[in-house]
């Protein structure tokens, strides 16, 4: 089976705070991503890596930067945590060309105080 | 850009019932694929059916199975034989399968989900 693992399954960090949000995945997939998921909102796409050392921006950026240096490593890091940064984020990973399934992690709460 | 909505924000089946969720979604693109995707109050996000837009036939896996209307953009997924464990938010995604969409391709797009409630 596919494993995706966010390390952190709960976090809080106070304002201004920088913070980091692990994701590795155990299937060689070249695709990650970093989504966060808001009651309402549904699940939004912050960023995303095509392959190592690659990113993308996705729907909703701002506050946000990503590294990808090894190819089962996604990083999501917040460099000034705000309130509004409040939310559920969740990793997912996807084989490259050809590949259909989106693989997702259990997911990270964070709470900005 | 491509959108996807989701109508229902809760519905509720009693147990052994068939229960649809709608779906509908906007695009200007020909190809792409369709997703309902299943999240547990363990927030575990797992696959639940796919359909491929050239496919004529609708998807199927045991007791889930849509209806996919492709003129009408419409996607609904329907879940016979209600069990307790159905209980969760599902979603419906969208993803491109044009290479030069921008990175479309890659990503997928969610509804906002509907919340389902089991009563035994």
């Known amino acids: 089976d596919v494993k995706v693992t966010q390390s952190s399954r709960y976090l809080v960090k106070r304002t201004g705070e920088k913070v980091f949000l692990e994701c590795v995945q155990d299937?060689?997939?070249?695709?990650m991503f970093w989504y966060r998921q808001d009651p309402g909102l549904g699940l939004r796409l912050i960023y995303f890596?095509?392959?190592?050392?690659?990113?993308e921006k996705g729907d909703i950026p701002e506050g946000y930067s990503v590294s990808r240096e090894k190819k089962e490593r996604f990083s999501l890091i917040l460099e000034s945590a705000s309130t509004n940064q409040t939310s559920m984020y969740l990793c997912?990973?996807?084989?490259?060309?050809?590949?259909?399934?989106?693989?997702f992690g259990e997911g990270s709460w964070l709470t900005v105080v | 850009a491509q959108t996807v909505t989701q109508s229902q924000p809760e519905m509720s089946v009693q147990e052994a019932e068939t229960v649809t969720l709608s779906c509908t979604y906007d695009?200007?693109?020909?190809?792409?694929?369709l997703f309902w995707y299943k999240q547990p109050p363990s927030r575990q996000m797992i696959l639940v059916i796919r359909?491929?837009?050239?496919?004529?036939q609708n998807a199927t896996e045991n007791r889930f199975s849509v209806n996919f209307q492709k003129a009408a953009k419409s996607f609904s997924l329907k879940i016979s034989d209600s069990q307790l464990g159905d209980a969760a938010m599902y979603f419906c995604?969208?993803?491109?399968?044009?290479?030069?969409?921008?990175?479309?391709?890659?990503?997928?797009?969610f509804g906002k989900g509907t919340l389902l409630t089991v009563n035994p």
């Open positions: 359909q491929e837009a050239y496919k004529q």
């Open positions: 695009t200007s693109e020909s190809d792409y694929y």
């Open positions: 299937m060689d997939h070249e695709n």
């Open positions: 995604a969208y993803r491109s399968t044009n290479p030069n969409s921008g990175g479309s391709n890659y990503k997928l797009t």
């Open positions: 997912a990973s996807r084989e490259g060309a050809g590949g259909n399934t989106i693989y």
């Open positions: 890596s095509y392959d190592v050392k690659m990113k």
